[in-house]
């Protein structure tokens, strides 16, 4: 029996920040999301803090930098990729404080649109 896969379905500024990606990061991150949207979860992936218990962050490195790509898997049909960003954190593995606030943002907005 054919797993069902959902459909993967992009925030414009999170898919342009994410095209800036380097190669292997990309790849990387559209494997996680692929076994996202087939219900089961990357090795790469876990809970965000301060979010319910459907936003998940894809964790990557790549010579040294860290990428960071947040998606959303409880709202609507689709699987929600809402933020991708390189973490620049000062506070060692923390994620930044205006990175959180973004997507607190555009969850609220993505909401708000699919109702």
Do not use: C
């Not at 790549?62 to 973490?87: E, M, N, P, T």
């Amino acid at each position: 029996m054919k797993a069902i896969t959902r459909p993967i379905s992009w925030i414009k500024a999170a898919r342009k920040d994410f095209d800036d990606f380097p190669a292997t990061v990309k790849k990387d991150a559209f494997r996680a999301l692929t076994v996202a949207a087939e219900g089961r979860m990357d090795d790469n992936v876990k809970l965000l803090k301060g979010f319910d218990s459907g936003v998940m962050e894809i964790i990557l490195r790549h010579r040294g930098d860290a990428f960071r790509v947040v998606y959303a898997v409880q709202i609507g049909d689709d699987l929600w990729v809402i933020h991708a960003f390189q973490k620049k954190s000062k506070q060692g593995i923390k994620t930044p404080k205006q990175e959180i606030d973004l997507v607190h943002e555009r969850l609220k907005r993505l909401k708000e649109m699919l109702r």
